[in-house]
């Protein structure tokens, strides 16, 4: 059973930065895509990035491109968001999931991609 744990939330101040975890129990992450998608209250969840499993692909949100960045190391099995320049609008709670196919031919940037998930953490952004 995969696992997805995410790591590394809090409140900061506009400007600040942050830098959120995610590490898989169950499962390797080699070979798989992962993403990280984020929820406001009372919005929708919407995709913040994604990495593919090959090779250096990635995928950003307009509202987060230049600022955030995803990383993975798949010899720990961690999915990293790297988050500068934080504004009020990022406020949210951050998940993490990853695909349940080997080798995707696509990187998915809808939640529908994506088949296993962490219970997410938050982060709260003040101005």
């Known amino acids: 059973q995969v696992q997805l744990a995410e ?34 209250p009372g919005k929708e969840r919407e995709f913040v990035a994604a990495s593919s499993w090959f090779g250096s692909r990635t995928s950003y949100a307009d509202s987060v491109k ?26 949210a709670v951050y998940y993490c999931a990853t695909t349940a196919y080997l080798r995707p031919t696509v990187l998915g940037i809808s939640s529908d ?13 003040s101005s």
């Open 7 to 40: 790591s590394g939330g809090g409140l900061v101040q506009a400007g600040d930065s942050l830098r959120l975890a995610c590490v898989a129990s169950g499962r390797t992450f080699n070979g798989y895509n992962l993403g990280w998608f984020r929820q406001a």
């Open 66 to 91: 230049g600022r955030f960045t995803i990383s993975r190391d798949n010899a720990k099995n961690t999915v990293y968001l790297q988050m500068n320049s934080l504004e009020p609008e990022d406020t």
């Open 113 to 125: 991609d994506y088949a296993y998930w962490g219970q997410g953490t938050q982060v709260t952004v």
